[in-house]
């Protein structure tokens, strides 16, 4: 059965620093990972999006980058901004056939002034 | 481009009743997903329809059922509600299926049940 993790779960930084939220699963068997944002009581924002395909995406101030063999994803945030303060969540697909996605729990982002 | 919409935002409902949610997914989008978040359990898949069949379902008991029509509009049904139902619910439109194309979320309905 996949499982994501996701650590830490909370993290506070002051506002400029360079940061990594780390995102690791189970099962190597995945056809993507994605990257999500969620603002409170929201809905999800799609950061990025990894083929199993692909190493890493970038986006703006955003890089992802994969490691299917060893189960790894990490989301890596330059130059962070009071803005970037939310939970950051990521997800797999266990399959090209599905519109199934599996969550980590969060890593939640407080980026202080 | 509009985004995925979800109706309505917030909803109320007594033990026992039954309710309802919409989600209006992306034009062209054919792969709609339901899910539900609480604090506990954090992001839970429900089910998701593709070009009008439920193509892949999530352990939740029978209670929750869905439906999508041939504009891929999707409903979401929760008969005899329990306390527990009340949760954070998403809906996630892709061409064709989150396994393949990028997933979008609409902003959710914040069901209550008291």
């Known amino acids: 059965k996949q499982e994501v993790t996701q650590i830490p779960a909370a993290l506070s930084v002051p506002e400029g620093e360079n940061l990594v939220l780390n995102c690791s699963f189970t099962?190597?068997?995945?056809?993507?990972l994605q990257w999500f944002r969620q603002d409170p009581g929201k809905g999800l924002t799609s950061l990025l999006l990894?083929?199993?395909?692909?190493r890493e995406q970038t986006s703006g101030r955003l890089n992802a980058s994969l490691d299917k063999s060893s189960g790894r994803s990490t989301l890596y945030i330059a130059a962070s901004q009071p803005g970037d303060s939310a939970t950051y969540l990521c997800?797999?697909?266990?399959?090209?056939?599905?519109?199934?996605?599996?969550f980590g729990q969060g890593t939640t982002l407080q980026v202080k002034p | 481009k509009a985004g995925v919409t979800q109706t309505p935002r917030y909803l109320i409902k007594t033990r026992g009743q039954q309710v309802t949610l919409s989600c209006s997914p992306i034009s062209g989008h054919r792969s709609v997903s339901w899910y539900q978040q609480t604090p506990g359990q954090g992001l839970q898949f429900l089910f998701e329809?593709?070009?009008?069949?439920?193509?892949n379902k999530g352990n939740f008991p029978g209670r929750f059922s869905g439906r999508q029509f041939s504009n891929s509009r999707s409903e979401m049904n929760v008969s005899t509600l329990e306390l527990g139902d009340s949760a954070l619910y998403l809906c996630a439109s892709s061409f064709g299926g989150a396994g393949t194309t990028e997933a979008f979320f609409g902003q959710g309905t914040r069901l209550t049940v008291v």
């Open positions: 099962d190597s068997a995945i056809y993507n």
């Open positions: 997800a797999v697909s266990p399959s090209s056939n599905t519109g199934k996605l599996i």
């Open positions: 329809y593709f070009s009008e069949t439920q193509r």
């Open positions: 990894i083929q199993s395909s692909q």
